[in-house]
T-cell receptor, first 112, second 113 residues
């Protein structure tokens, strides 16, 4: 059974640019969450989607947005990148919201 | 009230020893407490999880102890092995509408051979 797939694995962007990260959940999983991981702040919740609906959003600026498609695949977008956006972005999926999330290996974003 | 406090920040244990990591929370609405293990370059992997109606759960060498009145829970790794060397995160969540995990700050475990 394939795990959670995140693409790309690594990304280098310039300050001011925008970026789109992709997540393919485990087949059959309808709940998808995104987390930002940094050495200073740890794992911080970004958003949660279930059946294409965003049900919760973390305490991040409006530059961070996301969406979920009908096949449960999800994307997150960060506009006007700042140096502080450099982080590992993790996607997680679950059959039922909250219980037993499976994480992908993440996308390492570096903003220069 | 949304925080989960995790300690210690780092831990060194001899092979065969017991590793103990502690977490504390404030929000009594939390009703699901998972532990994740993360190796460098990988995403966190679910190890074991517990709900408040159970005081202890064991899976292989990993045991969660849960103290509802103290609002604390801990992970015990028995017979620790060098392959257990990783960062461990506790988390808490509530089914009542927030749909998110609150993670602890992580514990970097090193098991010496």
């Amino acid at each position: 059974k394939a795990g959670v797939t995140q693409t790309p694995r690594y990304l280098i962007k310039t300050r001011g640019q925008q970026v789109t990260l992709s997540c393919s959940p485990i087949s059959g999983h309808r709940s998808v969450s995104w987390y930002q991981q940094t050495p200073g702040q740890g794992l911080q919740f970004l958003f949660e989607y279930f059946s294409e609906t965003q049900r919760n959003k973390g305490n991040f600026p409006g530059r961070f947005s996301g969406r979920q498609f009908s096949n449960s695949r999800s994307e997150m977008n960060v506009s006007t990148l700042e140096l502080g956006d450099s982080a590992l972005y993790l996607c997680a999926s679950s059959q039922q919201p909250l219980y037993g999330y499976t994480f992908g290996s993440g996308t390492r974003l570096t903003v220069v | 009230q949304q925080q989960v406090k995790q300690s210690p920040q780092s831990l060194i244990v001899q092979k065969g020893g017991i590793s103990i990591i502690n977490c504390a929370y404030e929000n009594t609405a939390f009703d699901y407490f998972p532990w994740y293990q993360q190796f460098p370059g990988k995403g966190p992997a679910l190890l074991i999880a517990i709900r408040p109606d159970v005081s202890e759960k064991k899976e292989g060498r990993f045991t969660i102890s849960f103290n509802k009145s103290a609002k604390q829970f801990s992970l015990h790794i028995m017979d620790s092995q060098p392959g257990d060397s990783a960062t461990y995160f506790c988390a808490a969540s509530s089914a009542s509408g927030t749909y998110k995990y609150i993670f602890g700050t992580g514990t970097r475990l090193k098991v010496l051979a």
